[in-house]
């Protein structure tokens, strides 16, 4: 957050070209963060006006349910 908003925010889309780093995806709660990665990644592009990278569109970054960090 600190390299978006203020030490970089003037290299933004490197800082999401990149795709998350291989992850065991049987692990929920792995997966989970990483799908909330993927989105922040879609989110921030959007609100900023930057072009969202291809890799935060794979399907492997869903979930079957909803899920949210506190009840």
């Given at each position: 957050?600190?390299?978006?908003?203020?030490?970089?925010?003037?290299?933004?889309?490197?800082?999401?070209?990149?795709?998350l780093?291989?992850y065991?995806?049987?692990?929920?709660?792995?997966h989970?963060?990483a799908?909330?990665c993927?989105?922040?990644?879609?989110?921030?592009?959007h609100?900023y006006?930057?072009?969202?990278?291809?890799?935060?569109?794979?399907?492997?970054?869903?979930?079957?349910?909803?899920?949210?960090?506190?009840?």
């Open positions: 957050m600190n390299n978006w908003y203020a030490y970089h925010a003037d290299q933004r889309p490197a800082l999401i070209a990149d795709p780093p291989d065991d995806m049987t692990n929920l709660y792995a989970r963060w799908v909330f993927a989105t922040s990644v879609e989110w921030f592009a609100k006006g930057e072009a969202c990278p291809f890799w935060a569109f794979d399907e492997k970054y869903t979930l079957a349910e909803p899920w949210f960090f506190h009840p």
